[in-house]
């Protein structure tokens, strides 16, 4: 079965620090997401991603954060400079379509990234 | 805006037992999407369910069941003759039918199944 898969599954990084966390989402797929979860918090939207652009961001996805897909299947999220409360597990999703063309919400999550930030 | 509230952290039930899961959301929306979501020990956010919000019929899919009741915005599971491998988090999400690629999740209930 097609999974999404992401690396590392666990980075510790100095406070200021430059961190980027890969994924490969499903090779058909065409929506990528960035999702991220504080310990034992709920799990919160960052962004969104089609078409090589951003479709929807949050609050939270401030300057400090950026994503690209640098070629045909590698998806990633960028943290300039990493705060303490970045810390957190990072999951990227993707999906078909959005209901407009696919299974609306039937995102595949990733494993995770936990991001430690010192 | 849009919210998603699961009154209950966490949940012991004894194996066999049925179990619910609560979930209440507002939304602003006329039109929207409701999810569950399913987060095992190992991590990752499974899917198990979308309902549409013009779509009010239960459905169920083995030990499992969603009642969704747009009159008191809820839209609970339930776990019949639960197993230890259900003890999980999980979540409920609600998305805006026309932006259905931001959802927004509720803070998760963790479910432990006792042998």
């Known amino acids: 079965e097609p999974e999404v898969t992401q690396t590392p599954s666990h980075q510790v990084t100095q406070m200021g620090q430059e961190v980027i966390l890969h994924c490969v989402p499903i090779s058909n797929h065409l929506y990528f997401y960035w999702y991220r979860q504080i310990l034992g918090q709920k799990v919160e939207f960052l962004v969104s991603f089609y078409n090589n652009e951003i479709s929807e961001k949050s609050e939270i996805f401030d300057d400090q954060f950026s994503v690209e897909r640098p070629d045909g299947s590698n998806f990633t999220l960028k943290i300039r400079s990493t705060k303490l409360e970045d810390s957190a597990m990072y999951f990227c999703?993707?999906?078909?379509?959005?209901?407009?063309?696919?299974?609306?919400?039937?995102?595949?999550f990733g494993e995770g990234s936990r991001l430690t930030v010192l | 805006a849009q919210k998603v509230t699961q009154a209950q952290t966490e949940i012991s039930v004894v194996e066999k037992e049925d179990v619910t899961l609560d979930c209440v959301y507002e939304?602003?929306?006329?039109?929207?999407?409701l999810f569950w979501y399913k987060q095992p020990p190992s991590g990752e956010l499974v899917f198990l369910i979308r309902r549409n919000s013009f779509d009010e019929q239960n459905e169920i899919s083995g030990r499992y069941s969603w009642n969704f009741q747009k009159s008191t915005s809820s839209f609970n599971f339930t776990i019949t003759a639960s197993q230890v491998v259900d003890s999980a988090v999980y979540f409920c999400?609600?998305?805006?039918?026309?932006?259905?690629?931001?959802?927004?999740f509720g803070k998760g209930t963790r479910l432990h199944i006792l042998p």
């Open positions: 939304t602003r929306d006329t039109t929207y999407y």
């Open positions: 999400a609600l998305s805006d039918f026309n932006r259905d690629d931001k959802i927004i």
């Open positions: 999703a993707s999906s078909e379509g959005t209901g407009r063309g696919g299974r609306p919400g039937e995102l595949f």
